[in-house]
């Protein structure tokens, strides 16, 4: 960008203009040595001193012992003309902190700018696609809360992906092969149950009774590893009775989804099965490679940087997870040309990861066919654990199905909205019980999944359903108050926001204009929660926003505000405010509903 886009160009993202302005003033000041030098932009903390803050000439002045605070006057001094068309003269506070504030003019073109369908958001320069692992169901089991996060995570993730214009394969990596689905079926047989009036928890009980036998019996134990060995060996009537449990298995699964609201289908569904016949070559690459060897007849890949080995292939000839995603890793890659392979599972899994990404690095199972490297990236989560801080389980000290878990958050997010519906001002005072249910589910999951992803992942979180509900404070209900309470603005107008799409912002309120800057970041903060994966930068944004809507709402009359244009910018800064919270609680994959 030269100076003269710079100064002519103030429908540009702010940060980005500041930015290229300070690298050349920087530049300007102290040589193309310093050309690349990040002048650190960022949002002031002090409203009243500016609207940004550039904070690199006090660790400049350190490296060259100089005064920082001089040197940030030279700076400030280069970057005056480049700004000129979109700020008034930096200054210069304490010890070299150079503050600007945007022309009023500037910023409310800026705004404009983003008041489009896309609200600022730009495709990513990337266009390859994006292979995420996600959900991770294992058959003839309930899915429990064990799944929650990585289901959760997962599909926000996509969104996001998506949002920037990515092509994303959402990849369901279904447990359906194996021994421990060979003891389901044996022990299903033996008891001659009849499997196509089988449902979940009839799968769930037959599970716990194979691992009971198995443990206990050598007969049963073998007994499993033959009707393994029929399975992999494509025996008809085997290969049906494990269709129907996978059938029962998925219907339960779907019902899940359908509560959760997240987009996974038998689309996006690959399961183990489906690598079966690819093993054999698989471990036999790493073979002719001379990267794989042999140990007590196991064959096992060693790290120069760690103890442990990765084993491909057991003594007995079996193939373990490690292999299965060794070939998953192999597909993404060279079969889906995904140049991001994004694995959501659990913290405990980071070992295992990190050894298998290392050996497709080895063996150059990451490389596309222009030469680049797929980045493969684990996504690791922290437990759930209960209101006790330990791991969330039944009082049998079993794992609580995802289903009990996801129905008690729509009970509690149900009664919540039907107390605040008897209230005789409440805009969902009269709505008939069906409504009311409708805006309880979105309330119930909505906290569920915000509670999830507004933390750093790998931390765990307790699963307080009295604190995630809640309408105040930093959770999904509050967000989506926020929401409905600007759509209830314009239902009391009775003016459709459209009507007020082309008045002109008048930003003079300090809390206008801190919501108009606040608002030209949600585009940056989407592509930056796209690139480090961490869903909670846009949660913290959303909530940032909705605080600042409120302090603008007590301080600005709205619809009673002192002129028809102020009446119509305030308006349209609402209408914009709606749909930024609308669609970045879309990213994370929460409803937005209008009355609550």
């Known amino acids: 960008m030269n100076t003269t886009q710079t100064q002519n160009s103030p429908r540009a993202d702010p940060t980005t203009i500041l930015d290229t302005a300070l690298r050349r003033a920087i530049t300007t000041t102290l040589g193309d040595d310093y050309r690349d ?16 803050q550039a904070n690199a000439a006090m660790s400049l002045a350190k490296r060259l012992g100089r005064d920082p605070r001089k040197l940030a006057q030279q700076i400030a001094k280069a970057a005056t003309n480049e700004l000129s068309a979109i700020a008034e003269p930096p200054e210069v506070a304490g010890p070299g902190f150079i503050n600007i504030r945007l022309k009023p003019k500037a910023l409310a073109e800026m705004l404009t700018a983003v008041d489009t369908a896309a609200l600022g958001i730009t495709p990513d320069p990337d266009t390859r696609p994006i292979a995420i692992d996600l959900c991770g169901v294992n058959i003839a089991k309930q899915m429990h809360v064990g799944h929650l996060r990585s289901t959760i995570i997962g599909d926000a993730l996509a969104r996001i992906l998506e949002r920037r214009g990515r092509e994303v394969h959402r990849e369901n ?18 008891s001659e149950a009849d499997l196509d009036a089988l449902v979940l928890d009839d799968l769930d009980a037959a599970y716990r009774r194979a691992q009971h036998q198995c443990a206990r019996d050598t007969n049963a134990d073998a007994a499993a590893k033959e009707v393994l060995v029929a399975l992999q060996q494509g025996d008809a009537d085997v290969r049906r009775d494990w269709q129907k449990i996978i059938d029962v298995t998925m219907r339960a699964v779907y ?12 689309q996006n569904n690959r399961p183990e099965s489906s690598y079966r016949d690819q093993l054999p070559e698989v471990v036999d690459a790493f073979i002719q490679a001379g990267i794989a060897q042999e140990d007590q007849g196991a064959l096992i890949i060693r790290f120069d940087d760690r103890d442990r080995p990765l084993i491909i292939r057991k003594s007995d000839g079996g193939y373990l ?3 299965t995603d060794l070939a998953a890793v192999r597909y993404r890659v060279q079969q889906l040309e995904a140049s991001r392979v994004i694995y959501v599972v659990d913290a405990r899994q980071r070992d295992h990861f990190r ?10 199972w990451d490389l596309l066919a222009d030469g680049t490297r797929a980045q493969l990236v684990h996504v ?7 209101t006790d801080r330990t791991p969330l389980k039944t009082r049998s000290g079993e794992n609580v199905p995802l289903t009990t878990l996801l129905k008690k958050a729509i009970d509690r997010g149900t009664l919540e909205v039907k107390k605040r519906a008897a209230d005789p001002a409440a805009p969902t005072h009269g ?20 509670a999830d992803l507004s933390s750093d992942l790998v931390r765990d979180y307790v699963f307080n359903l009295d604190r995630m509900i809640a309408f105040e404070g930093n959770t999904g209900p509050y967000l989506q108050y926020a929401h409905a309470r600007v759509c209830s603005i314009f239902a009391k107008a009775n003016v459709d926001p459209q009507e007020v799409g082309d008045a002109g912002f008048v930003l003079k309120d300090g809390s206008e204009r801190q919501l108009a800057l606040l608002l030209l970041r949600y585009a940056g903060v989407v592509a930056d929660t796209a690139r480090t994966l961490e869903p909670h930068r846009l949660c913290t944004f959303l909530y940032d926003l909705a605080n600042a809507y409120s302090s603008f709402y007590e301080r600005c009359p709205v619809l009673k505000a002192q002129s028809d244009p102020l009446r119509r910018s305030r308006l349209r800064l609402c209408g914009l405010v709606r749909r930024v919270l609308a669609d970045g609680l ?8 209008q009355r609550m």
Not at 173 to 190: C, F, N
């Open 37 to 52: 030098t990040d002048p650190l932009i960022r949002p002031s903390q002090r409203p009243q001193l500016g609207d940004f």
């Open 173 to 190: 990596h279904l447990g359906d092969w194996g021994l421990t689905i060979a003891m389901v079926l044996r022990e299903l047989r033996a």
């Open 255 to 266: 019902e899940s989804f359908d509560l959760l609201g997240v987009k996974l289908g038998p």
């Open 321 to 323: 997870y490690s292999t």
């Open 355 to 364: 050894d298998v990404f290392d050996a497709v690095r080895r063996i150059g």
């Open 380 to 386: 690791p989560f922290g437990a759930v654990l209960g």
């Open 431 to 450: 709505l008939d019980p069906r409504q009311l249910a409708q805006i309880g589910r979105a309330v119930g999951i909505g906290a569920v999944k915000y």
């Open 586 to 593: 879309d990213l994370l994959g929460i409803e937005a509903p």
